[in-house]
């Protein structure tokens, strides 16, 4: 404990000096649980948590901050001799240089074991930057194809990447209509022009493409737009059968809207993010009632443990924050195993395992289990439904837990 | 003679410092970036200060160098250096183009004018995928560890290099506001009308400081790349991480003295940095908010920049010196 | 057809630009300061707003004189405490209190209402009326109607009272109205109160369909500075004038450019009226 704190306190140069003695002392401390309190673990938490994204960046750390609190309270890892998780939370703000050079911070005031972050892509790829050349492995539910695109060695992304996730969206949406005696030969796509809207895009593209449907409509539009009467107009006037908007929250409202303002019926799968919150049925009321969108993990596959969440912080356990909390078990969980809270004795216990159970059954795939490149390959997107205030898996088949409405 | 003595022992005491401080630390990154925007405010001095026109929008050439050597690096492999010197011919171009049209306005209008040329080549980056990357951003691939590529393991040779910048800019901003074009400038902010006639060519003059800052912001663009190694749109032609912060930086520390941009990124820089970390864990927006608060008071205690404290200290001693 | 939907679209969305502006206008043309915290009033507009709807079940456009109020308040105070004192500091330091004030007002909403997007459900929400084969969205037309009921009692208040005539006297010659007897640090109390006030009432009337949240005046603030720059600096008339142009831009550039565009164009066309008219569309030269 005490050593920590100096560390974390004394000069600029102390690593240099206390790295050599730092090793020396480090096993001893692991291996007596005779001692009263063991090291802690250092676990970096850096979000967004002012500027525009500020709402997901709190839901992350709300996620995080239960699963922590509960490894604390059950009596800590007992393979550190009960070290307590130490989070270390940071604000990543809207830049990513920012976010860079909290990551940095972070690492040199303290010994981190790891780090998690940051929802947005470009904020955790700012922050990979730093992470990778110092070793510390960063755990993240970021989209971007990028993330695991650049062949780093510390990086560890649990969901899909965002061109699957486009992907299925459009093949999920497909093989529902068609389960309903559907068929859907035009469709239009709409995406906030953010790292995350582009690249969703990309794969509902290819999705399309591969199935020989037509995209009659294809348009990005500015983020943080407040007019989407334009969109709609063209949208009206493109003959799609289904459209897909990829957007935060304010566009989605304002999509749904001014759709219901036209009487446009057309089915609208959202792409996540805005759409799958609980501020979008509080937003559109009875709109909202089966609205489908796509979706990297849900609350109802693991409902005994998100209950938790709903119980601790007022509303169900959106998957930012689920998804989070799952970085943080896998994290434990490769703790335990290498029996260690060195980052690199952690980073090396992470590649190529298979984690399973606690909040890991939230996930699709049951399972988490990252290749070479630190993508988790078990995890598949699903489709979820609006239904009262709850949001309901319903694609694919085997994890659903209600048959999807379809209405074209 | 003391003067020089005395400016020569701070870059020497400047310059020791980074060998004092962790090289793959924070406060090493700090102090590089307290560098770069300090040069990055020194640029815009030219422009800002010397000519008096107060350009809300030199991100705008700023990210074209970036985005220049960075797409010159990752397209063809060639050196941040000589990206360096393409992005600020280009920023230097973008500087006349919108010179052009938008010299002739004062004050306020030429604010808002910049300001909105900013966002046109923001929007632009964001649209233009196939050669920017789009909002996606690029990353700035790791080479081999060379000065000639540019290419440093440890963050020591990029304060260096940053310090560096910061001198030659300074010097640069130095000798124009010594020699004939700052006389010329300065007779332009006094009174237009009487420089035309006493045969300032207003325009000219007008131009030149514009394409110069414009120039060297998009050099030191190339820096900034090489340090962050990642960047997207929205940070490097951003309005306010970029274009309002290094107005304000000038600003704070004194406009149109060359020691105003350096006081203003010494403060502000390290400010924000020991805000985020002292208060942003503990409740959302507290951090932003106590920066707000300080801008509010500098602003209110120092409406001329921090510069003039030492001006009143100086009135102050020689007042007493007389006595 | 859908070229004169689109018109209809931009002249309706343009006449709330209009209204959110005319507050900047209206604080650069007597004061001469440009006020980049406007569109924070925006927000605290909508945060007024939306807490009448939730707690008091008031309609937001209905509660829209709330806001005005509380921002007029919050606005005074501003104009007495902070802003009186920069009047004869450097521009720069004027505008840069205002960012300082920029960063309060958000990070301060921030911290007190927290960072979840908050929108209401009101039962025109997403009704529109048909005509022929046009569309007029209830929602915008509601906004609009307020806005120009706002624009018209400015308007008579401007011309008519008292109070007006001597804030454009001030505007006009301060010194020469300070001889006349007028207080002008009052004037200037008023003309800033009056211009957030009227930005307030602005997020009001447009929170049926934009959600608030800490951050939303940042997405107006660029648009707001192209509608009054357009119509002319200090001109309540050319703010209107410049709101719907820029609505009109905006909606029309849709038809012909990608979407994504939409501001690139309204910029390009911002820079190139400063250009060619500095004083704006219709601003007498200053």
Redesign the interface.
Known sequence: MSKHHSLGSTG??R??LLSGTAALLASPFVLSSARAEAAPVNVGVIMP????N??F??NSRNGIELVADEINTAGGIAELGGAKINL????A??????A???A??L???QDMTAVLGAFV??LT??IS?VTE??DIPLLTMSF?D?ITG?GYKNIFQVVAKASVIGKAQFEYTAAIAQAAGAKIEKIAIMYE???Y???QANGLRAGAKAANVEVVMD????L????T???I??LR?SGAQAVFPVSY??DS??II??M????LTIPAIGGAAGYVIP?FE????E?AENVLSIDTSNYDLAPQLTERFRKRFGYFMVHEALEHAVCLEVLVQAIRKAKSAKAEDVAAALRGAKFTGGWINGMTGGAVQFDQTGLNVLSVPLMVQWRAKDIVTVWPKDIAKSAPVWRS | MKRWLALAAVIVAVALLPLLLDPRGYWIRVFTFTLLFAAMAQAWNIVGGLANQTSLGHAAFFGIGAYTSTVLLLKFGISPWLGMLAGGALGGLAALVIAIPTMRLQGHYFALATLAFGEVMRVIANVWTSLTGGPGGLSVPFVPPSLAAYSFKLLRPHAYIALAALVVVTAIFEIIRRGAMGYRLRAIKQNPAAAEVIGVDTTRVKLQAAVISGALIAMLGTLYAQVAVFFDPDTVFGIASISIRIALIAIIGGVGTAAGPILGAFFIIPLEEVMNDLLSSRAAGLSQLVFGVILISVILWRPRGFITVFDSLRARLSRSGAS | MSFLQAILDGLLIGGVYAVISIGLTLVYGVMGIVNFAQAEFLTIGMFTAWFAWAFLGLDPVLAAPLSFAVAFAIGWVVQGQLIARVLSAPSVAQIFLTVGLLIVIENGTLLLFGSQFRSVTTSYQTISLSLGPLFISIPYLIAFAMSLACGVALWWFMRASWFGRAMRATAQNPAAARLMGIDTALMYKMAFALGVGLTAFGGAVILPYVTVYPGVGGQFVVLMFTVVVLGGLGSVAGAVVGGLSVGVIQSLSSLFFPIQLQNLVLFIVFILVLAVRPQGLVGASR
């Open positions: 600029v140069n690593r240099a948590l002012s500027g525009p500020a709402q960046g709190i270390v939370v940071a604000d703000t809207s830049t990513p240089t920012t860079g050079t909290v940095q911070r690492i040199t005031q892509s470009s790829i700012a930057e050349r110092r971007a990028q650049r022009d953010t790292a809207g582009t690249a348009d990005a539009y500015p943080g737009i407040t007019d009467t334009p969109l107009n063209k006037g929250l304010n409202l304002l809207r001014t219901r303002q036209q009487k501020d509080k937003g559109l009321g709109f």
